[in-house]
T-cell receptor
Framework: GIQVEQSPPDLILQEGANSTLRCNFS?????LQWFHQNPWGQLINLFY???GTKQNGRLSATTVATERYSLLYISSSQTTDSGVYFC????????????FGTGTKLQVIP | EPEVTQTPSHQVTQMGQEVILRCVPI?????FYWYRQILGQKVEFLVS????????KSEIFDDQFSVERPDGSNFTLKIRSTKLEDSAMYFC???????????FGPGTRLLVL
């Protein structure tokens, strides 16, 4: 099946700093989602981004499907951004069976 | 904004017991999913359900698991005889079309003793 790796695995930021999280995948994909898992375990949709760039407030994401990666940018980080960030892609040829990445654990300190 | 809901939020059970986890997907959605996340690990796909039947399932989804949409609103995951290693967070998700965002519920934390 498809392999999905995220980097870095852990990240500590000072409040106000910017960061870039990366998601690499081993096969071509037809969609990609970014999620934030908050400290209470809830999975929050951030972006559905099969290609191109999207922005939502302080967050933006870019997927370059031909090069098999996606980036999540967090600007002016806040303590509420802490948690784990996952990307998720469907298995080759389908849409439903989704493989999650290994995650990036972010801690934003005041 | 519509959201996926799950009950219970937490469940503790004894090994060998049956559990049923319940989900109410977003009302006009047609595709339904279950995922699980063992503590500290990544989220894993279990099964997808469309048109009243399983459309895809993972290797994890063996004979002890079953899913059902008993009425027009609920979507359930049954674990027939729980094992210690079934302890995990179970997430339900839904979407209107395959190629769209999957919306996740808040999860049910299952602990098997």
């Amino acid at each position: 099946g498809i392999q999905v790796e995220q980097s870095p695995p852990d990240l500590i930021l000072q409040e106000g700093a910017n960061s870039t999280l990366r998601c690499n995948f081993s096969d071509s994909v037809n969609n990609l989602q970014w999620f934030h898992q908050n400290p209470w375990g809830q999975l929050i949709n951030l972006f559905y981004i099969p290609s191109g760039t999207k922005q939502n407030g302080r967050l933006s994401a870019t997927t370059v499907a031909t090069e098999r990666y996606s980036l999540l940018y967090i600007s002016s980080s806040q303590t509420t951004d802490s948690g784990v960030y996952f990307c998720a892609v469907p298995n080759s040829g389908g849409y439903q069976k989704v493989t999650f990445g290994t995650g990036t654990k972010l801690q934003v300190i005041p | 904004e519509p959201e996926v809901t799950q009950t219970p939020s937490h469940q503790v059970t004894q090994m060998g017991q049956e559990v049923i986890l319940r989900c109410v997907p977003i009302s006009n959605h047609l595709y339904f999913y279950w995922y699980r996340q063992i503590l500290g690990q990544k989220v894993e796909f279990l099964v997808s359900f469309y048109n009243n039947e399983i459309s895809e399932k993972s290797e994890i989804f063996d004979d002890q698991f079953s899913v059902e949409r008993p009425d027009g609103s609920n979507f359930t995951l049954k674990i027939r005889s729980t094992k210690l290693e079934d302890s995990a967070m179970y997430f339900c998700a839904s979407n209107l079309r395959e190629r769209e965002t999957q919306y996740f519920g808040p999860g049910t934390r299952l602990l098997v003793l």
